[in-house]
């Protein structure tokens, strides 16, 4: 009888192996799931990313960033200097009646230095400007659309008028690169 005894613990240590491997197959699997899941989710945030415009951009450094920025026109380390007009009032074309325009116009330059040198060539600023204020319809410039774009084309005129002429971009528009950066009005009253 003392052999009987011996089978049940030959019995427990292959049962053992057999809870180990067991075990093992489904820690495994487990840790294959948790791993697929956080993949999954690493991917999803990725293409979520991507749709709202792009990992990459996201990603770089600062300075890589600023490589890729548009140039602007303003030195922002220099502050531009304006330049006020004295204030044109002008008839304009009938459309229903008759109207007049009063227009208070400050002129943004690159520097200090072109605003001294506007002042000799003002009579001729002013008189492109009066011809361009007169031949416009109370309608065109009536609306923000209407009076941006009379604020180019004066941009256009002045540049013109101090030897800078317009050129046409590869979109067709008009553009000049003279030392006048933009028009601004403080004040615009049709009547």
């Given amino acids: 009888m003392a052999k009987a005894p011996a089978k049940p613990e030959a019995a427990d240590d292959a049962a053992a ?37 792009g990992t990459d951009e996201h990603a770089k450094p600062a300075e890589a960033q600023v490589e890729h920025a548009p140039a602007s026109t303003i030195d922002l380390t220099k502050p531009p200097t304006f330049v006020p007009l004295d204030p044109f009032t002008v008839n304009l074309l ?18 200090p230095k072109m605003a001294d040198s506007l002042k000799a ?5 002013r008189h492109r400007i009066n011809l361009l204020l007169s ?3 109370p309608s065109e410039i009536a609306t923000t659309v209407g009076r941006e774009d009379l ?41």
Avoid: C, W
Wanted: no cysteine.
């Fill in 135 to 137: 031949s416009k319809l």
């Fill in 121 to 125: 060539f003002m009579p001729e600023i």
């Fill in 17 to 53: 192996p057999k809870k180990k491997g067991k075990l093992l197959i489904i820690v495994v699997i487990l840790l294959l799931v948790v791993l697929i899941v956080v993949a999954g989710g690493v991917g999803a945030l990725l293409l979520l990313k991507k749709d709202k415009g």
């Fill in 151 to 191: 604020a180019e084309s004066i941009v256009l005129q002045v540049n013109e008028s101090l030897g800078f002429p317009s050129m046409t971009d590869s979109r067709g528009r008009t553009k000049s690169n003279g030392p006048v950066q933009a028009v601004l009005f403080n004040s615009f009253i049709i009547q």
């Fill in 94 to 111: 009938r459309d229903e009646g008759d109207h007049y325009l009063q227009a208070v116009v400050v002129l943004r330059v690159a520097d």
